[in-house]
T-cell receptor, first 109, second 115 residues
Framework: GQQLNQSPQSMFIQEGEDVSMNCTSS?????WLWYKQDPGEGPVLLIA?????ELTSNGRLTAQFGITRKDSFLNISASIPSDVGIYFC?????????FGKGTRLHILP | NAGVMQNPRHLVRRRGQEARLRCSPM?????VYWYRQLPEEGLKFMVY????????ESGMPKERFSAEFPKEGPSILRIQQVVRGDSAAYFC?????????????FGPGTRLLVL
């Protein structure tokens, strides 16, 4: 079946550092989505990407839809404490949404 | 406009009991999706429903699990004769469109613990 490989699994960074994470797949997707999940809550959509090569920003977040349509990355610039959480990528085909296993972001005091 | 509501937020059951999880979609949304999240895992699609219809249940275990979205009232995910492996967080999402991935709004989840 379709799978997404999300990396890294977890990150420990200092406040103020930039963060980069990505998702890859052997399958092609029509849309890539990036979500953030806070502890005890449901995922919240951060960015949606619709076209190969598309680069989209949302504040300090920037995400790109890979040219091959098989990958996507998310960057967070100048991290702050509230960025802590789990970030999920998700790929959409015409009728399915597949989630990655998440990248757990920890910010060291 | 209230978001997606799920209850209970936490549910403890003993093996063999039944678990009923409820989801009220956002106002104006007629499409409901259920997902399961195991610890350290992403969300796994279970079932997609519209009012009174199951559209896609390809992610639902064949036994003990059922879902409904009646004409009136919330969507219900029912797990009969729960086992320890059913312990997980169950999330519901709703959207105004069919398979509207980017328009799916998630509820806060129900965390099921089977003792």
């Amino acid at each position: 079946g379709q799978q997404l490989n999300q990396s890294p699994q977890s990150m420990f960074i200092q406040e103020g550092e930039d963060v980069s994470m990505n998702c890859t797949s052997s399958s092609i997707f029509n849309t890539w989505l990036w979500y953030k999940q806070d502890p005890g809550e449901g995922p919240v959509l951060l960015i949606a990407l619709y076209k190969a090569g598309e680069l989209t920003s949302n504040g300090r977040l920037t995400a790109q839809f890979g040219i091959t349509r098989k990958d996507s990355f998310l960057n967070i610039s100048a991290s702050i404490p509230s960025d802590v959480g789990i970030y999920f990528c998700a790929g959409l085909t015409r009728d399915k949404i597949i989630f990655g296993k998440g990248t757990r972001l920890h910010i060291l005091p | 406009n209230a978001g997606v509501m799920q209850n209970p937020r936490h549910l403890v059951r003993r093996r063999g009991q039944e678990a009923r999880l409820r989801c009220s979609p956002m106002k104006g949304h007629s499409h409901v999706y259920w997902y399961r999240q195991l610890p350290e895992e992403g969300l796994k699609f279970m079932v997609y429903l519209q009012k009174e219809n199951i559209i896609d249940e390809s992610g639902m275990p064949k036994e003990r699990f059922s879902a409904e979205f009646p004409k009136e009232g919330p969507s219900i995910l029912r797990i009969q004769q729960v086992v320890r492996g059913d312990s997980a967080a169950y999330f519901c999402a709703s959207s105004p469109d069919a398979y509207g991935g980017e328009t799916q709004y998630f509820g806060p989840g129900t965390r099921l613990l089977v003792l």
